[in-house]
């Protein structure tokens, strides 16, 4: 009997999978598509076991797709713009782009050992000019559409990465790439109006029933939709008006000052001729350097200095101090709060430090709130109002509607919806990034790049320094150039766009990827995509696939596509886990998957990640269970090894009322084994226990398998030939290499991928006897085998009739017998 030899069956067909083609797709609008796709990785050199998992998870949903009929498109690329090859420019002396390409060579070289499915044909790289060239029209076509725009503003920047960040970039206060603290930054900036479509991302959240719940709350949170009152407060002194924007206007009557932002425009009015200007200039630049995190968080000291001048409520006429203060933000809302000490903890907090007044407007229902009892805010968000004018006494839900309405009445306030999102900032002053295709000119302005001149590409000539100016601005080749409108001498764009604009589209690249006419054809695009699964991290959540929706639906509103979202469904992978943490290098607990595969082989690191746990959940690393993986599937390899004589000698047709009764068990446990396998991973991507079904069904085959000499009941041909050939079937998706190889051998001719899936015969899974576990007074007594047919009462009678069970109620009175079919008969005796 051959060996398993994993590395050289794995070798020959990635191989022959590789000369002949095999998952290259076409085109075919006659057949059921299904677009299978994993989130393409960054080029940083070597796979982890992050990856290992989630590409798994994605060719196993490929091959089973294909198995059923579908034409599967099933692409990979690499999101290869970004910091980390300008960084190993910067400290190795390095081209970024000999960097990427090499990086990218070894990863290809990676997922082909792991006997991954891919059509390599439709390779994306987004640092190609062939791929940026669109990524630069796209934008374009979002400057047409009024949805990209450039503005000086306050931003977020990253000394490490020497480069702004968009908000959803900074992650508690800190650089979503490398960790360190994000502080604020003055800077002319381009940006995409998302918020133009706010509302849509919000309110098609309810189309995607695909997609995991907690993504989609925080997709919700993040876009933070509220619904309010914004009011303008007078300032007699300066004879100027602001605007409060807030959404608990039954809280109103309670305001006892106005928080402003350090960076709210009124500030400058505020400084001209005060006595305090030094003092108030020099604390909004120390608040300007705190990070959001800093400034927002409920925990920490809430700061601020008192201007000296008032404004004036216009719900009771009262003037209220105007303070600036590090704990309101100029890019949420209006910049300004109505500060309610009584209502709000930071508010309260804030008065309590600086003894400011504080009045009480909600009277919670069932108990009294008495102000010098109270040590925090009453946040809760219902109550009666008090000591709110003629509102007082009103349910605060009602007040809410009717303060609105007076604010309306009066002309001072209007209803108005907010949101927590804000346009995306995509600058970057970076050199390893698409070019915005932009020329300044002092005659025109900003001026878009003629579409017959892209792309704009990337000069080779630059220097790498850190710092915050963009190499790009010390190139003066590409700096100068003329103005496509006037002629005249003008300069280019020397920003760069945030890498997640690369990675916004290219799901969409890939169902035309060698197109230059367009970024796609609009019949391919709409016959292959939206995506029917989309794999990869939870931490993409609010970043990419925001960002991705937002793409579609301009590309859709552009007529370029005729679908609302990108991903219909969408799993994300836990991580892999060793001793207790996520594996990193920091903390020395690594496992690469060269070494596993260069041990066990590509088939047995795909068993284990997709055996070891539910795909969702996060996996605990165990050498254990990588073993345990190899040896089962040197088990499959002898059984099929066995029986391959009998395989090739049958036929798919046999007389199955032959069958023994060991035999007629076996293809029952086959045919529940299929129905079970195909549940799992078509409705649950259960995978693991469907691997358990699997490895069940080998057990039971190995009862006829003659191993360390025992006698075994001999096997009918046709039914050998019927488990061999689903058992290897049902196993491909899972170990493509080693069910290709057992395929070859004993069937002889094509390919086990390009095999129907099996159907399970419903007549096979009955049971013509089931064992019954007998009870007497819940403890388990005896068994007995019955006809599956029979009704309750035989079966109760049958039970009685055991000598064993009347040896062990003799003498005793029987109050109640309970059956439950073809489980157990327990019998209660006193």
Known sequence: MEKYTPHEIEKKWQTKWEEEKTYKTEYDPALPKYYALEMFPYPSGNLHMGHVRNYSIGDVMARYKRMEGFNVIHPMGFDAFGMPAENAAIKHGVRPSDWTYSNIENMIRQQREMGLSYDWDREVETCRPEYYRWTQWLFELFYKRGLAYKKEASVNWCDTCGTVLANEQVIDGKCWRCDDEVHKKDLSQ?????????????????????????????????????????????????????????????????????????????????????????????????????????????????????????????????????????????????????????????????????????????????????????????????????NSGKFTGMEMHEAQKAIIDEAEKQGFGERKVNYRLRDWLISRQRYWGAPIPIIHCEHCGPVLVPEEDLPVRLPENVKFEQGSVSPLAQCEEFVNCTCPKCGAPAKRETDTMDT???????????????????????????????????????????LHLLYSRFFTKVIRDAGLVDFDEPFKNLLTQGMVIKDGSKMSKSKGNVVSPEEIIAKYGADTARLFILFAAPPERDLEWSDQGVEGAFRFLGRVWRIVQQFEGAVKGASDTYDVSKLTKEEKDLRRILHVTIDKVTEDIRDRFTFNTAISSIMELVNAFYAFYPENGKTVPELNAGLAREVVLNLIKMLAPFAPHITEEMWSQVVGEGSVHAQKWPKADKSAQVQDEIEIVLQINGKVRDKIVVAAFLGKDEIQEAALAQPRVKELIEGKTIVKVIVVPKKLVNIVVK
């Open 190 to 386: 381009w940006f995409l109006k998302i918020t133009d479509y706010a509302d849509e991302l919000l309110k098609d959240l309810d189309l995607l029933k695909g997609w995991p719940e907690r993504v989609k709350t925080m997709q919700e949170n993040w876009i933070g939709r509220s619904e309010g009152l914004e009011f303008q407060m007078e300032v007699p002194e300066l004879g100027e008006k602001f605007a409060v924007y807030t959404t608990r206007p039954d809280t109103a009557y309670g305001i006892t000052f106005v928080a402003l932002a350090a960076e709210h425009p009124l500030v400058d009015k505020i400084i001209e001729n005060n006595p305090k200007a030094e003092e108030i200039k020099a604390f909004c630049e120390k608040v300007r350097n705190e990070s959001e995190m800093e400034r927002t968080s409920s925990e920490s000291e809430k700061e601020g200095i008192f201007t000296g001048i008032y404004a004036v409520s216009p719900f009771t006429g009262d003037k209220v101090q105007l303070w600036i203060t590090n704990y309101v933000l100029a890019d949420y809302g209006t910049g300004a709060v109505m500060a309610v000490p009584s209502g709000d903890q930071r508010d309260w907090m804030f008065a309590k430090k600086y003894n400011l007044p504080i009045i009480l407007t909600l009277q919670p229902k069932d108990r009294e709130l008495k102000l010098e009892e109270m040590t925090e805010a009453y946040v809760e968000k219902e109550g009666v109002l008090v």
């Open 500 to 542: 997640f604009i690369c990675s916004s589209w290219y799901y969409l690249r890939y169902t035309d990827p060698k197109n230059t006419e367009m970024p796609f054809a609009k019949d391919k695009v709409n016959y292959w995509a939206p995506v029917d699964q989309y794999i990869g991290g939870i931490e993409h959540a609010i």
